[in-house]
């Protein structure tokens, strides 16, 4: 992605809800089975609450078990971008919205084919967009 969102704190916490803000710009998780699109089967896509940059489609979800929206694969990979998150006392890859830096999720390797991924994302940090 060429292009940027570059916003002020005060900015995104006029735009998102407080349970937003925590998790797309602090870097929160919401618990488990409390978001709103763990259990969505819609067809869609799945954009960054932040910026709208289209993330995830409907077609890669798949149902994990963790309570957290989980896809096998980004839209494109150049959507999201991986950085090393050393919090909690463990090693995992951060994934991130490539234009505006919001804080999605986590990627792991216990996916299912054809990747093997599991892009285990916040609902907070996404903006569902049904297919019509």
Known sequence: MSWKVNKTEQDWKRELTPEQFTVARKKGTERPYTGAYWNNHEKGTYRCICCGNDL?????????????????????????????????????????????????????????????????????????????
């Open 56 to 132: 995830f489609s409907s077609e890669t979800k798949f149902e994990s078990g963790t309570g957290w929206p989980s896809f096998w694969a980004p839209i494109a990979q150049d959507r999201v971008k991986e950085e090393t998150d050393t919090n909690l006392f463990m090693r995992r890859t951060e994934i991130l919205c490539s234009v505006c830096d919001a804080h999605l999720g986590h990627v792991f390797d216990d996916g299912p084919k054809p990747t093997g991924l599991r892009y285990c994302i916040n609902s907070a940090s996404l903006k569902f967009s049904k297919s019509e």
